[in-house]
């Protein structure tokens, strides 16, 4: 199993940036994909971006030229640098690593982006 701690959110207003990040409490290196997700109220829980140990990334469609994920392997890091940010990316945004068929997750980060 694999600890994650979120760190990084808060309050912002429409336009500005934030960066997330997810510390790992060991390794990730040989973990196959290390994630973001989110969750808004009365929603569920949806893929933001994710990153292969070989650094090939996938994103939702809503974040696509706003986000980026990065992946610091020997610092044991997962980034996620979010620009131009919309009310609508308002959620509890969650890090996970999905590895040997096993899936962990971070207790979430708090993103509000006011209008």
């Known amino acids: 199993q694999v600890q994650l701690v979120e760190s990084g959110g808060g309050l912002v207003q429409a336009g500005g940036s934030l960066r997330l990040s997810c510390a790992a409490s060991?390794?990730?290196?040989?973990?196959?994909?290390m994630g973001w997700y989110r969750q808004a109220p009365g929603k569920q829980r949806e893929l933001v971006a994710r990153?292969?140990?070989?650094?090939?990334?996938n994103y939702a469609d809503s974040v696509k030229g706003r986000f980026t994920i990065s992946r610091d392997n020997p610092k044991n890091t997962v980034y996620l640098q979010m620009n131009s940010l919309k009310p609508e990316d308002t959620a509890v945004y969650y890090c996970?690593?999905?590895?040997?068929?096993?899936?962990?997750w971070g207790q979430g980060t708090q993103v509000t982006v006011s209008s």
């Open positions: 990153i292969h140990t070989l650094g090939r990334t």
């Open positions: 060991r390794s990730i290196f040989s973990i196959n994909f």
């Open positions: 996970n690593a999905d590895y040997n068929g096993r899936i962990d």
